[in-house]
Nanobody, 117 residues
Framework: QVQLVESGGGLVQPGGSLRLSCAASGTIFRLYFMGWYRQAPGKQRELVATITSGGSTNYADSVKGRFTISRDNAKNTVYLQMNSLKPEDTAVYYC???????????WGQGTQVTVSS
């Protein structure tokens, strides 16, 4: 199973930016299809961004134009650059490997993002 450690969350004012990191285990990380998810209080976990092994990206409409997913295969790390943050972006953010559009059953601890003035 892939081990995942998310970091980089925090408290930020509306309009601010954060960069999340996700360190993953595995010698073939470069082949993994990866995604960032988030779960707000009382809501289901949602997929917000994905990146293929080749670097192609896709985004949920709610974050398109504001968030950027990227990866550094040499560091086994995937990133989520979040700009123009809104209060509705407040959630615990997780990364995970995706297989056939289903997340791996092994989740990290996530990182809390709170957008508030």
């Amino acid at each position: 199973q892939v081990q995942l450690v998310e970091s980089g969350g925090g408290l930020v004012q509306p309009g601010g930016s954060l960069r999340l990191s996700c360190a993953a285990s595995g010698t073939i990380f470069r082949l993994y299809f990866m995604g960032w998810y988030r779960q707000a209080p009382g809501k289901q976990r949602e997929l917000v961004a994905t990146i293929t092994s080749g670097g192609s990206t896709n985004y949920a409409d709610s974050v398109k134009g504001r968030f950027t997913i990227s990866r550094d295969n040499a560091k086994n790390t995937v990133y989520l650059q979040m700009n123009s943050l809104k209060p509705e972006d407040t959630a615990v953010y997780y990364c995970n490997r995706i297989i056939n559009w289903v997340a791996s059953p092994s989740w990290g601890q996530g990182t809390q993002v709170t957008v508030s003035s």
